[in-house]
């Protein structure tokens, strides 16, 4: 991490206001607004942003790396839009089909953190796809605040379906060998819950702090569900007790894994709420249980 945020005692207060922010309830000027009831002793409400803000410097992959090989691809739309596009990533070595993974990504397209994780999920020795919901609007652009603004221009429902789609799309694909699973983070992990609802082929869901289906939607699950939780995390895991008990009643199997004490986005490492040991035990167990329902 940067001097900055090893010198630096974050708020919980902070990490409330940027979740809030980065979910739409407060707006960039009154985020900044805010966080000057915090600025003191010398410290700036831009140093301060400075310390909550994603860095997408600190990557655990790089692009171009020389085990894995890397491509933009276009798939049909069942929205009218024509086509979308993703990121597509899998092991440089061997020609031999291989299970696949959608990664689903924020609120805010496809960024430079989530195309991490999808290098990840290919050097783990899958075929790893992350869509970009901002495809029909010219895509990611660059920066998460533009991203999210953009986001927020599409409907629920037709991204839903675009990512539906791409599962499709990687199933069907030359590369796979048709066992696909999904997983996916804060807007990606309730994409990643509502996949595990619709599309009952899937072989495992992975949702990362997401929001929830309804109770009827948990009677139709028939996928694999290993769930992540942040223990700090009020906003999302105040839905997880209803929820949970709609599967127990369905007599769905389930994991689900809370981790106390951290907040919403700990496996993000581009920003502090990033907790290393917390994020390296989940996403262990995330290739396990991939391991386990994609052999």
Same mark, same amino acid.
């Given at each position: 991490?940067?001097?900055?945020?090893?010198?630096?005692?974050?708020?919980?207060?902070?990490?409330?206001?940027?979740?809030?922010?980065?979910?739409?309830?407060?707006?960039?000027?009154?985020?900044?607004?805010?966080?000057?009831t915090?600025?003191?002793?010398?410290?700036?409400?831009?140093?301060?942003?400075?310390?909550?803000?994603?860095?997408?410097?600190?990557?655990?992959?790089?692009?171009?790396?020389?085990?894995?090989?890397e491509?933009?691809?276009?798939?049909?739309?069942?929205?009218?839009?024509?086509?979308?596009?993703?990121?597509?990533?899998?092991?440089?070595?061997?020609?031999?089909?291989?299970?696949?993974?959608?990664?689903?990504?924020?609120?805010?397209?496809?960024?430079?953190?989530?195309r991490?994780?999808?290098?990840? *999920?290919?050097? +783990?020795g899958?075929? &790893?796809?992350?869509?970009?919901?901002?495809?029909? $609007?010219?895509?990611?652009?660059? =920066? !998460?605040?533009?991203?999210r603004?953009?986001?927020?221009?599409?409907?629920?429902?037709?991204?839903?379906?675009?990512?539906?789609?791409?599962?499709?799309?990687?199933?069907?694909?030359?590369?796979?060998?048709?066992?696909?699973?999904?997983?996916?983070?804060c807007?990606?992990?309730?994409?990643?819950?509502?996949?595990?609802?619709?599309?009952?082929?899937?072989?495992?869901?992975?949702?990362?702090?997401?929001?929830?289906?309804?109770?009827?939607?948990?009677?139709?699950?028939?996928?694999?569900?290993?769930?992540?939780?942040?223990?700090?995390?009020?906003?999302?895991?105040?839905?997880?007790?209803?929820?949970?008990? *709609?599967?127990? +009643?369905?007599?769905? &199997?389930?994991?689900?894994?809370?981790?106390?004490? $951290?907040?919403?986005?700990f496996? =993000? !490492?581009?920003?502090?709420?990033?907790?290393?040991?917390?994020?390296?035990?989940?996403?262990?167990?995330?290739?396990?249980?991939?391991?386990?329902?994609?052999?």
């Amino acid at each position: 991490m940067a001097d900055t945020e090893q010198k630096i005692e974050i708020p919980q207060e902070v990490f409330k206001l940027y979740d809030d922010y980065c979910h739409g309830a407060l707006s960039r000027r009154d985020f900044f607004s805010k966080l000057s009831t915090f600025a003191v002793g010398g410290l700036t409400v831009s140093a301060l942003a400075a310390c909550v803000m994603p860095d997408y410097g600190r990557a655990q992959t790089a692009e171009g790396e020389p085990d894995i090989l890397e491509e933009t691809v276009t798939y049909a739309s069942p929205n009218g839009a024509g086509e979308m596009s993703g990121y597509l990533v899998r092991p440089a070595r061997g020609k031999a089909k291989r299970a696949g993974i959608i990664v689903v990504h924020e609120n805010r397209g496809l960024n430079p953190h989530i195309r991490d994780v999808v290098r990840r *999920a290919a050097k +783990a020795g899958y075929v &790893a796809f992350g869509p970009d919901a901002l495809y029909p $609007l010219g895509g990611y652009p660059g =920066n !998460d605040d533009s991203g999210r603004e953009l986001q927020a221009q599409r409907t629920r429902e037709s991204m839903f379906a675009d990512f539906m789609a791409a599962a499709e799309f990687l199933r069907d694909h030359p590369y796979t060998n048709g066992k696909i699973a999904c997983t996916g983070f804060c807007f990606g992990g309730a994409i990643a819950n509502l996949m595990a609802v619709h599309q009952p082929w899937l072989k495992a869901s992975v949702p990362y702090y997401g929001g929830w289906p309804t109770a009827e939607e948990a009677a139709k699950v028939e996928v694999p569900l290993q769930i992540h939780l942040a223990g700090n995390d009020t906003r999302v895991n105040d839905g997880w007790p209803p929820y949970k008990a *709609a599967l127990d +009643a369905a007599g769905k &199997a389930y994991e689900v894994y809370m981790y106390e004490g $951290l907040e919403h986005g700990f496996h =993000n !490492d581009t920003t502090p709420r990033y907790n290393a040991e917390g994020a390296a035990l989940a996403w262990s167990r995330t290739l396990d249980f991939f391991a386990k329902h994609l052999a």
